[in-house]
């Protein structure tokens, strides 16, 4: 399994977790640590397939997808996981996400929430959990309603970042009719 990395503009596919933190520390905004190193080395032992992000600092993440991709050409042209059983099993995941199933939800989702300092004139994203019980006919529209009432709030800022469906950071429960 090969690993391809992006920290803003620059992007590379390596072949080793030790040709990603020579990459990393070629950038000069990264400070490899060993945290860094740990987490790279965990993600790359473990069976996980999807998207991991690892923080640089407050402010900066780099993004790290297994590929069997040899080539950039070839991830760019194939994707990180086309074709794959657990990229198939991810799509019939969420095409269970609009299928009917009236009743009350209970949503949970773990957003970044952007708080301003007035005194500094800077934000910071901080992690920001949110619990609610709702009606829907289906998942898709639970969390379609959970997003709508954020994105509305005056208290929560336009620039918040919110999970997609598929992340850890929004779960549900099925309370029934």
């Keep these: 399994m090969n690993l391809y990395i992006r920290y803003f503009d620059e992007e590379a596919l390596v072949y080793s977790v030790e040709e990603a933190l020579a990459f990393l ?69 969420l095409a269970n996400y609009s299928k009917p199933q009236p009743g009350w939800y209970e949503a949970r989702i773990t957003f970044k929430r952007v708080i301003s300092h007035p005194e500094t004139q800077k934000s910071q994203y901080v992690d920001t959990p949110f619990v609610c019980k709702l009606k829907a006919e289906s998942v898709q529209e639970c969390y379609d309603k959970v997003l709508d009432h954020l994105r509305n709030r005056q208290d929560v800022d336009p620039r918040s970042q919110f999970p997609s469906i598929k992340s850890a950071n929004f779960e549900f429960s099925y309370l029934g009719e």
Excluded: C, W
């Excluded at 069976?47 to 070839?74: G, L």
């Design 25 to 93: 520390a070629s950038l000069g905004d990264v400070e490899v640590n060993d945290s860094i190193a740990i987490e790279l080395e965990k993600f790359m032992a473990s069976n996980a397939m999807y998207p991991k992000h690892i923080k640089v600092n407050q402010r900066s993440f780099f993004i790290v997808i297994k590929t069997t991709a040899s080539t950039m050409e070839e991830f760019k042209a194939k994707g990180a996981n086309q074709g794959k059983p657990e990229k198939m099993a991810q799509k019939e995941a």
